[in-house]
């Protein structure tokens, strides 16, 4: 009895073009595909869209009334005004630490009973403000927020103490993002994430499938070669993945009103720079592990939280410690994610562009290799 036949060293079209038209058939036949490809993409774009915002507008804030004057009436007149807060007026500051305690405000500005007497005096008036402490970043806003609107009503008051203007006018400017909307760095960092599971989770799954199946062992016996099983892996959930993202990126622009600078060229050219070292992950783990759970789980842990946690998404890698910071650099949709909030809200800054490029394929070109080497053409483990 003969053997498994030998691989052929020559690369054959046709024996790539038949696996592609079965690992086409396959997807077509698997309806968790596009549940992956498609609904999941789509149900972590609103929900990145939607439900999450970094936008501070309509934080509850009390403003305790001990004056009844006009010019105290004017300055509770301005913090309802303010698009940042949303005003609740009080009269008893027990009522408003009672509030604060069960968490239904955010901040407390006191109008103390002498407000209206010191500016009928002509003096700038004094008033507190408290916040709640136990959410830093929210508390460090409300006492900002709640200052800024108390200098914007003393300005327009003719006060004998007032502290004079400065000599030079500051006019801040807001480049990029002038209405600072954080949707606009929010979604396209959603379409990383989206890009790192359908690349890495679905290719996760492929090898494995084919152990799992039975069906290794018939690929195994044919004179395919490594290249041609790897790139029949490969190259349908490329195209299925870059199907996914131009759908992401038609409704980032339509749907959520993003502006898009940049040209379609540099985003399908850093896109397919970064399914690179996505679809080499997930290959790489689907052939080591042969189990489509264990590669799942373990691709979702590898790809999904680093880029979730590490690649400058929600949390800014300058503000984390230096050794986090240093992990950050193997993570692939670190170099992804600035080149999409470039990509949609500057324009193409090749500058830019190209390091993160060549780094995430540097990345791919590791994974591909830790594949060639993991993937076996026999049953020996």
Not at 46 to 65: E, H, K, W
């Amino acid at each position: 009895m003969s053997g498994p036949r030998k691989p052929s060293k020559r690369f054959d079209y046709r024996r790539l073009r038949a696996m592609l038209v079965k690992e086409f058939a396959q997807i077509v036949r698997d309806p968790s595909t596009f549940l992956v490809a498609l609904a999941l993409p789509l149900l972590l774009l609103f929900m990145f869209g939607y439900g999450i915002s970094l936008d501070m507008t309509g934080t509850r804030l009390a403003v305790v009334m001990e004056d009844s004057s006009a010019p105290a009436l004017g300055l509770s007149q301005s913090y309802r005004a303010s698009p940042y807060f949303k005003v609740d007026v009080l009269r008893d500051r027990a009522e408003a630490r009672r509030q604060m305690i069960g968490g239904k405000i955010k901040g407390v500005v006191v109008i103390p009973q002498d407000f209206g007497r010191q500016v009928h005096e002509g003096h700038m008036p004094t008033i507190q403000i408290v916040t709640d402490g136990s959410e830093p970043n929210t508390a460090q806003f409300v006492a900002s927020e709640a200052q800024g609107v108390f200098q914007t009503w003393a300005a327009a008051e003719p006060f004998a103490d007032a502290p004079k203007p400065p000599s030079i006018e500051i006019s801040t400017r807001f480049w990029y993002n002038p209405g600072l909307k954080s949707r606009f760095f929010l979604v396209p960092g959603a379409i990383a994430i989206v890009m790192t599971i359908v690349g890495t989770l679905l290719t996760a799954l492929v090898v494995a499938r084919e152990w799992e199946r039975g069906t290794m062992e018939a690929i195994m016996a044919t004179p395919i070669t490594m290249v041609e099983f790897i790139a029949s892996k490969i190259v349908p959930y490329y195209f299925l993945a870059l199907a996914s993202m131009t759908v992401c990126v038609a409704i980032a622009v339509t749907i959520f009103g993003l502006p898009f600078r940049g040209s379609l060229v540099a985003l399908y050219v850093i896109a397919s720079a970064f399914l690179m070292p996505g679809l080499g992950l997930g290959l790489f783990v689907s052939s080591a592990t042969k189990n489509q759970f264990v590669a799942s789980q373990i691709g979702l842990i590898a790809s999904f939280l680093p880029t979730f946690l590490l690649s400058g998404f929600l949390y800014e890698i300058p503000s984390m410690p230096v050794w986090i910071q240093a992990i950050t650099y193997i993570i692939p949709a670190r170099y992804l994610i600035p080149s999409l909030q470039t990509l949609f809200l500057t324009g193409d800054v090749w500058s830019l562009f190209l390091p993160n490029i060549a780094m995430m394929l540097l990345f791919g070109f590791v994974y591909f290799f830790l594949s060639f080497r993991v993937t076996k053409r026999s049953l020996d483990t």
